[in-house]
């Protein structure tokens, strides 16, 4: 917008200047040639009044005429006289024209001409031819012709003074224009420029924006409705978030006190089929502690409590490797690292930015949706490497894997798909993984290991201090 309004604005001035600029230089232009041939053709018509008067004395000063005017201005003036030679005869001292239809029409019609070359503006020659006559006066005979070649080199230096200042100036002014409709365009999008950084931010999750309520009136009326807007969904929200975080609590308790009954009933049965009953009911009481835990870890991620913090990001790998190894060999599942950041050597003391305890439960999810869609016997790669200004963190692992429509859903709470979570998963652990991640500063993807299945989830962190990286 703001380069559409510099246009505009440099369009209209350069409109406005041309309406002023060019009509003044065209008519500066034409009375310079008009005063031009008329100068010339004063100079033409005294010397043919010298040479009409057909005495020594008159010849003697055309000739002195002709010469300091040759001088003055670099012309050439030529005379004839009509004689019995063809073409005329020469006048003493001063060359004589080639026969031409100008020299012929002056003698024989007593008619002027002026030949400036070309129409735009003229050429290198102004030639004037003017009959000289017996007497003063239109009835006089015709007994010569006068004609002068001025060079226009100086009228060509006058005519580009002319259009050259005015071109500059014409220039300056433009550029002049467009720095003023530079900061007149800037001025005048201010308010929209704040409203687009509001609703990027609340796009972002900052249920905090606003907007300054700057501009013209409607940009103001723009702005107190988006304000108002905002004001009323992060008053919703805040009170969402609280109910599911009281709730996800409250429910805690009896969830717990309810798999311990269930666990007292499993010990007292013998009856199989009173016991697999039980052994469901507990399964169910499991995952919607899962649940409940899930729902508590978003609320308190959304609500943005903690700051980020340096964290040496193999020492905290390795912790939760550590918890999750035992998990692993049960299935015969092996973990790898891989990368310069973690098979390096353990000196290596890089640190990335995220709040406390959100790294640890952003690899318990992922390590855990890792473990229960390998194979037994599978590979689990966890890879960490620089990458420009970012440390990319990479768990992959040898599962069947997801289809595009499956990767654009994944993030979604309460999604479960087949080949990810499975049947036991309770859908919010990517849903917990991106929420930590972006308040973190960070992004997380999805995409398809190396090899015949399984899928790579990867998460950009953000290092406590530049690194070089590729």
Known sequence: MIRRLIVSYVLLVAVALAAFTVPVALTLTSQLRGDTDASVRREATTMALLLGAGDDASRDALVQMAGAYSVETGS??????????????????????????????ALRENTSTTDWGSATPW????????????QAGPGGDVVGAVRIIFPTDELTDRFWTIWGFRAILAVGVLVIAAGLGYLAARWLTRPLRQLNAMASRFSDGD???????TGPHETQTLARTLNQGAERLDTLIAAQRVFVADASHQLRTPLTALR????NIADG?????????????TAEVVRMSRLVNGLLVLARAEAQATVAEPLPLRDVLEERLTVWQAAADERGVTITLAGPLLAGPPDDRLEVLASPGHLDQVLDNVLSNALEVSPDGGRI???????HDEVVLEILDQGPGMSDADKARAFDRFWRGHGLTGRSGSG????????????????????????????GVRISLRPASPRSGG
């Not at 003036?77 to 012929?104: C, I, K, N």
């Not at 311990?260 to 666990?263: A, E, G, M």
């Open 76 to 105: 050439t003036v030529q005379a004839v006289a009509l004689g019995t030679g063809a073409g005329g005869d020469a006048v003493s001292g001063l060359p004589r024209p080639e026969p031409d239809a100008a020299v012929d029409r």
């Open 123 to 134: 050429g290198t020659e102004l030639v004037i031819t003017v009959p000289a006559r017996a």
């Open 207 to 213: 249920l905090t924006a606003r907007s300054p309520v």
């Open 260 to 263: 311990l009954s269930l666990d």
């Open 269 to 281: 049965v013998d009856d199989p089929y009173v016991t697999e009953d039980v052994e469901q009911a």
């Open 381 to 387: 790669t966890v890879r960490a490497e620089p990458h």
């Open 428 to 455: 919010l652990g990517l849903a917990i993984v991106k929420q930590l991640v972006t308040d973190d500063g960070g992004a997380v993807t999805l995409r398809d290991a190396p090899g015949p299945g399984g899928l």
